[in-house]
């Protein structure tokens, strides 16, 4: 799996938001400066989780970005889906919709457990868990195995 830029950023910009103890807004400005994410890409991105409603924004001159749920009702996967799609798509569609000939059926099931194991990880973190630096348990597990930390 790709883990786009997009995705990235918007996470970070939630954990930003999320950490805030006194649950005041945060300008989209502080959130690009403290994240280092480019302000026009940031803008977009907080636009998609508004419309996800992720996001509530604030006029005003002490406006900005507030989360319109609680941190610990929005998960990674709510996020991806949010700001890039589906998390497992086979060229475009996903993949239950996929259909292949008999010598290469199986395949969709390849990609239907990706999304699967995708969804063990990313619907069980949520972004109170990131803003508070504490990870569900069987997250951790899964990368005290070294093998996790090897690229192949």
Do not use: C
Not at 109 to 131: G, Y
């Amino acid at each position: 799996m790709r883990v786009s830029a997009k995705s990235d950023y918007a996470l970070r910009a939630l954990i930003e938001i999320a950490a805030r103890a006194d649950g005041r807004p945060v300008s989209a400005e502080e959130v690009g400066r403290l994240q280092e994410i480019p302000h026009g890409f940031l803008q977009g991105i907080l636009a998609d989780l508004r419309r996800a409603d992720i996001l509530r924004s604030q006029r005003g001159q002490s406006g900005g970005w507030r989360m319109a749920k609680a941190a610990e009702d929005v998960s990674v996967a709510d996020v991806i889906r949010a700001v890039d799609g589906p998390l497992v798509s086979v060229y475009g569609l996903r993949p239950e919709a996929v259909s292949y000939n008999e010598n290469a059926a199986l395949l969709q099931h390849v990609w239907i457990a990706a999304r699967h194991s995708l969804r063990d990880v990313f619907e069980q973190v949520s972004i109170q868990q990131l803003a508070e630096g504490k990870l569900p348990r069987t997250i951790t597990a899964r990368t005290a195995d070294e093998e996790a930390w090897q690229s192949h």
